[in-house]
Nanobody
Framework: QVQVVESGGGLVQPGESLRLSCVAS????????MAWYRQAPGNEREWVAG???????NVLDSVKGRFTISRDNAKNTFYLQMNSLKPEDTAVYYC????????????????WGQGTQVTVAS
């Protein structure tokens, strides 16, 4: 069994910062990649940040210069540092982890967390 849990969301004022965390745990053999997505009310879920196959980070154009993605492989933990937050960043932020499970039969698949709410308002 695999669990993906996000944390770190909250209510902040415009211009403030938050750091989101995503922890993958359970029967994990290997993590191939991960990404952050977000979904605002009435909108489709959109990709925000992730890593390329070569390990470089990449972020959505609208958050470039403000959001940074990082990872701690030893802890199966991923971070999204969000600075200079704007009201339009308000959304539920989700972590997606591409991994293979451990055990007798290794299965590769995408696992989503439950999301963490980020609200930016004055």
């Amino acid at each position: 069994q695999v669990q993906v849990v996000e944390s770190g969301g909250g209510l902040v004022q415009p211009g403030e910062s938050l750091r989101l965390s995503c922890v993958a745990s359970g029967s994990i053999f290997v993590i191939y990649n991960m990404a952050w997505y977000r979904q605002a009310p009435g909108n489709e879920r959109e990709w925000v940040a992730g890593f390329t196959a070569g390990g470089n980070s990449n972020v959505l154009d609208s958050v470039k210069g403000r959001f940074t993605i990082s990872r701690d492989n030893a802890k199966n933990t991923f971070y999204l540092q969000m600075n200079s937050l704007k009201p339009e960043d308000t959304a539920v932020y989700y972590c997606l982890v591409d991994l293979a499970t451990s055990g007798g039969t290794r299965r590769r698949g995408d696992y989503w967390g439950q999301g963490t709410q980020v609200t930016v308002a004055s």
